[in-house]
C-alpha cells in the first residue's frame, strides 16, 4: 500500500516522471552542427568553394595594394565568420566585402583604413539595429517580389560585365581602371582566359541539372545484336561522368596559383611565414564623420537589399527545404562588422552574386564556406599580409572567368517572374540601377513604378492595401 498514489491524486507514470529533453540541448547542438557541415560531395563542395573568389580577391587585394588593408586580418576575421555562417545556416553562405565602401576607397585617396572601418562599423550597426528590433523583416514583406528581382538582375550583370572587363583589358586594381587591350597570348592572354571559360561550360553546362542521369541510362531494348553498341555507350557514359564530375573551378584556380608563381618566380623570396599583427584601429571624429557620409549612407541601401532582402530570396529558392530570415541574416552581418572592423579587417556582409557562384560550382552545404573559412584562416596566419605578393601575380583573367559564371548565375534566378506587369517592374529596376551605378536609385524607381501599376488596379471592391500585399503562388 506504501507504494500506491494517495487518494484524489493524479496518478504519475514512469513515462510522465522522465524529464523532457530540452531544446537545445548539447546533443541536440551537435547534431544540428553536423548536419550543416556535411559534405554532400567532397569535390563538389570544394569547387564551390571557389565560386566567390572572383569578387573577394579583386576588391581585397585592391585595398590591400592602395590603401594598406591589413590583408592578414582581414583573411583571419572572414575565415572565421565564413565556418560560423557555415554552422549557423547549413548552405554556402557567402562572405564578401563591401562594395560601395571598398569603390569609395579606392576612388578617395582620403579615405583611408579609419573610414573604411568606420563606415563599417556604423553599417553593422544599422543592420544589427534592424535585426533585432524585427523592422527588417517588416521591410522584407513589404518590398515585392518584383524589385527584388531587379536587384538581383542588376547585381548579376554588372558581375557579368566586370567580369568581360577583366578578361579583355590588362586591370590596374588598386587604381580601378584599365590599362589597355589584353594580348592573346602569355600567361594571362585572352586565349587562357577562353579556355577556362569553354572548359567550365563543357564540365558545368547551365547547372546541375544538366547532366543528372545522363550517365545513368541504359536502353532496356539493346539486346543481342546491340550489345556492342550498348558497351560502346557505356564507355561514353563513364567518361562523360568522370568529366562532369570534375572540380572545374577549383582546377582553375590551382592553375592561376601555379601561372602566379611562373610570371614571376622571385615572389617566393618575399613571402614571410608568420600572422600579421593585428591591432585596434585609431579613429578620429573626422573618419567617424566622413565613414558616415561617404561610407555608410551608400553601403546602407545595398546591404539591405542585396546582402540581405536578396540573399533571403535567393536562398528560399535554390534551399527550399530550409528556413531562413532576414532577422538572422541583417544580425549576423551587424555582428560581422561590429567585431571585425575594430581591429582592422575589412568590412563584410552577404551578397546574392557569391551565393549563386558558389551553388552555380556545385556548393549545398554549409561545410563548402567552412572549407574556404579554414583556408583563409590558415593563409592568414601562415602567410599574413605577404600573401599579397602572390595575389598580385594572380591572372586577373582567370578570376574574371569566375565572376562572369556568378553574375550570370546570379541573373538566370530571374527568370520566373509570369507577369508582365511584374517583368516589367523588373526591367526598370535594373535599367536604372545599372545606368546609374545605384541599388538605391534602381529600388527607388521599381517601387516607384509598382505603386503606379498597384494604383491602376485599386477599385472600391478592392483595398489599396489588399492590392499591395496579394502575391502568386511564385512570390513567396
Known amino acids: 500500500m506504501a507504494n500506491q498514489n494517495p487518494p484524489n491524486s ?67 576575421f572572414t575565415g572565421i565568420y565564413n565556418i560560423i555562417t557555415g554552422i549557423i545556416y547549413g548552405v554556402p553562405m557567402p562572405v564578401q566585402p563591401m562594395k560601395s565602401i571598398a569603390a569609395e576607397a579606392l576612388s578617395d585617396t582620403t579615405f583611408a583604413v579609419p573610414e573604411i572601418m568606420a563606415a563599417g562599423i556604423l553599417t553593422g550597426g544599422v543592420l544589427f539595429f534592424l535585426g533585432v528590433t524585427g523592422l527588417m523583416q517588416l521591410v522584407y514583406k513589404l518590398i515585392p517580389l518584383c524589385v527584388v528581382r531587379g536587384i538581383q538582375l542588376a547585381q548579376g550583370l554588372s558581375f557579368a560585365l566586370t567580369a568581360v572587363k577583366y578578361v579583355r583589358k590588362v586591370q590596374d586594381l ?46 532496356s531494348y539493346d539486346l543481342g545484336s546491340q550489345r556492342r553498341v550498348e558497351g560502346a555507350r557505356k564507355k561514353t557514359n563513364r567518361v562523360r561522368k568522370i568529366v562532369f564530375s570534375l572540380p572545374s573551378a577549383f582546377i582553375i584556380f590551382v592553375l592561376g596559383v601555379v601561372l602566379a608563381f611562373i610570371r614571376r618566380p622571385e615572389v ?34 545595398l546591404s539591405i537589399l542585396n546582402s540581405v532582402i536578396a540573399v533571403c530570396k535567393l536562398s528560399t529558392d535554390l534551399f527550399p527545404e530550409k528556413d531562413f530570415s532576414v532577422t538572422s541574416l541583417s544580425v549576423t552581418v551587424g555582428l560581422m562588422n561590429l567585431v571585425g572592423s575594430w581591429f582592422g579587417a575589412m568590412p563584410c556582409c552577404h551578397g546574392a552574386g557569391g ?59 530571374c527568370r520566373d517572374l509570369n507577369t508582365k506587369e511584374d517583368s516589367f517592374v523588373m ?11 545605384s541599388a538605391a536609385l534602381g529600388f527607388l524607381c521599381g517601387m ?29
Open 448 to 476: 516607384i513604378f509598382h505603386v503606379l501599376l498597384k494604383l491602376r488596379n485599386w477599385t472600391e471592391e478592392k483595398s489599396f492595401f489588399t492590392i499591395w500585399v496579394h502575391k502568386s503562388p511564385e512570390q513567396l
Open 355 to 413: 551565393l549563386a557562384g558558389q551553388y552555380k560550382f556545385g556548393g549545398r552545404s554549409g561545410g563548402c564556406v567552412a572549407l574556404l573559412g579554414v583556408a583563409k584562416l590558415v593563409l592568414g596566419l601562415v602567410l599574413g599580409t605577404s600573401l599579397a605578393h602572390i595575389l598580385k601575380q594572380f591572372p586577373v583573367g582567370i578570376l574574371g572567368v569566375l565572376l562572369l559564371f556568378a553574375g550570370i548565375e546570379l541573373a538566370m534566378c
Open 10 to 76: 493524479i496518478p504519475i507514470s514512469d513515462h510522465e516522471t522522465t524529464p523532457p529533453t530540452p531544446a537545445f540541448s548539447a546533443n541536440v547542438i551537435v547534431q544540428k552542427v553536423k548536419a550543416n557541415l556535411a559534405l554532400r560531395s567532397k569535390w563538389a563542395e570544394l569547387n564551390g568553394a571557389m565560386g566567390d573568389l572572383g569578387t573577394y580577391i579583386p576588391i581585397v587585394l585592391s585595398l590591400t595594394l592602395a590603401r594598406d588593408l591589413n590583408l592578414g586580418t582581414t583573411l583571419i
Open 174 to 219: 588598386p587604381k580601378s581602371k584599365a590599362l589597355g587591350e589584353r594580348h592573346w597570348f602569355g600567361l594571362d592572354g585572352l586565349v587562357l582566359a577562353i579556355f577556362c571559360v569553354c572548359f567550365i561550360v563543357i564540365v558545368n553546362g547551365t547547372g546541375e541539372r544538366d547532366h543528372h542521369g545522363c550517365c545513368d541510362s541504359a536502353e
Open 268 to 301: 617566393v623570396h618575399e613571402i614571410k611565414f608568420g600572422p600579421s599583427s593585428i591591432e585596434v584601429v585609431k579613429f578620429s571624429k573626422q573618419a567617424w564623420k566622413k565613414g558616415f557620409v561617404k561610407g555608410t549612407i551608400p553601403q546602407l541601401p
Open 427 to 437: 526591367l526598370i529596376c535594373t535599367a536604372v540601377s545599372l545606368v546609374g551605378s
